[in-house]
């Protein structure tokens, strides 16, 4: 995309040179399906095998722990439908606890799951974006069967206190003499947030490769051992009888290498993002009247700029903002296919008109500080401009 300031990086990233450097053989010579049991079907099941270690290395899980999938939607319908079903089916819970700034994966997969007789809690967050813990935990009964919580939230950015919220939700149900089970949607937090199903407490974790300089089309679940599951998609054996189908191993290599990447850079290129970030926030709010940042100052991703811009309407500053060069958005990718107002915004208390006037900037592995100044200098008049233009609607109605 030659010209072009990419600042949409939470939407999807570039794929990096040494992720499609080791897909390539995967789809041209090595196309050998790994079920078969010739020689190169064999090779095909050992570099699998190979990525799977790995990746459960990087996230301090087992191998076994480590089910690849075609994405993060995938990843997060099947944790949570997975779970939820065999808790249901062994009489351990049909009650689900979320969040209300969860991603449409979570929150629509919630309402689908109500069909069938579950019901859902919707713990509510600050001005900040933050959870309520003591909502999430007051919640927490015997018939729980899941609380899933996105550790970072992909519009605005602020970062759930997830290790303490799974720590007060298990002690809880100790003394209901319930075990909880945990997922976390982790898909907006790959690449920018250490990431140890460990040190976060979780039974469960999605992740989208393509978050994190990987391939489109292929995801990470993670699901801790003898956690109660249901396999979603069925068929063949794939996956340790967990998710059938033929596996896509070029994606599943592209996607060890991304994480490999993204696990040692991560230090560094955080580092270099938050002060590319602070400084497009201090330049926005220096230079726009009435500019006011969404979500938590201090607990977000380093790549996440989010403001609501008063006086202006989302969509056409994001057509304003593509004419000038500059790739941004309005919150979640798959929102703005059908575009509206942000459910992240207005969960955090804020008007359907303020929902209306955010833009996200998401910065990543290519954004430069050229690009951050050069933002900083469009985004004001084109504001501007907008603003006049509501304003003289406004008038003539």
């Keep these: 995309m030659p010209d072009l300031i990419y600042l949409d990086h939470g939407a999807t990233t570039p794929p990096a040179p040494r992720v499609l450097e080791a897909m390539l053989p995967w789809l041209s010579t090595s196309f050998a399906n790994p079920s078969a049991l010739y020689g190169p079907a064999r090779q095909a099941r050992a570099a699998i095998e190979e990525a799977r270690a790995e990746v459960a290395a990087l996230l301090g899980a087992r191998p076994s722990e480590i089910i690849f999938t075609s994405g993060g ?5 099947a944790a949570i439908r997975g779970i939820a079903l065999a808790q249901q089916r062994s ?15 979570v929150l629509n997969t919630c309402e689908d799951l109500e069909k069938f007789g579950f019901t859902t809690t ?37 970062i759930q206190p997830l290790g303490e919220l799974t720590r007060r939700a298990r002690e809880r149900g ?12 982790a898909i907006a937090a790959g690449g920018q947030v250490a990431l140890d199903v460990d040190e976060l407490n979780i039974d469960s974790l999605s992740l989208a490769a393509h978050k994190f300089g990987g391939p489109k089309g292929a995801g990470i679940l993670y699901l801790r051992r003898a956690v109660p ?24 290599i592209g996607t060890a290498v991304a994480l490999r990447l993204a696990h040692h850079a991560l230090d560094v290129e955080a580092a270099r993002l938050r002060a590319l970030r602070d400084r497009l926030i201090g330049r926005i709010l220096a230079s726009v009247p009435d500019a006011e940042l969404n979500g938590d100052r201090q607990q977000r991703l380093a790549g996440n700029a989010n403001f609501r811009l ?7 500053l994001l057509a304003e903002l593509d004419r000038a060069g500059i ?37 990543g592995s290519t954004t ?28 003539a109605s």
């Design 310 to 316: 008063a006086g202006i309407n989302g969509e056409r």
């Design 73 to 77: 939607t995938e990843s997060v319908n």
């Design 174 to 185: 100790a003394e209901l003499g319930k075990r909880v089970v945990v997922h976390t949607d």
């Design 229 to 252: 599951f249901l396999a979603q998609q069925t068929g063949g054996g794939q996956e340790h009888q967990r998710r059938a189908g033929t596996e896509h191993v070029a994606g599943i």
């Design 327 to 363: 790739a941004a958005s309005s919150g979640s990718a798959c929102a703005d296919a059908s575009w509206e107002p942000s459910h992240v915004v207005l969960a955090m208390g804020y008007t359907l008109a303020d929902a209306g006037a955010s833009v996200r900037f998401s910065l």
């Design 91 to 105: 009489r351990s819970g049909h009650e689900l606890i979320t969040s209300t700034i969860e991603h449409q994966a």
């Design 122 to 158: 919707y713990a509510n967050v600050d001005t900040s974006a933050l959870i309520s813990i003591d909502e999430v935990v007051q919640a927490v009964t015997e018939r729980t069967a899941l609380i899933t919580v996105m550790l970072a939230n992909n519009e605005v950015g602020t």
């Design 368 to 395: 430069t500080a050229e690009e951050i100044d050069q933002v900083a200098n469009v985004l004001p008049p084109i504001v501007q401009r907008l603003r006049r233009r509501e304003q003289a609607a406004q008038v």
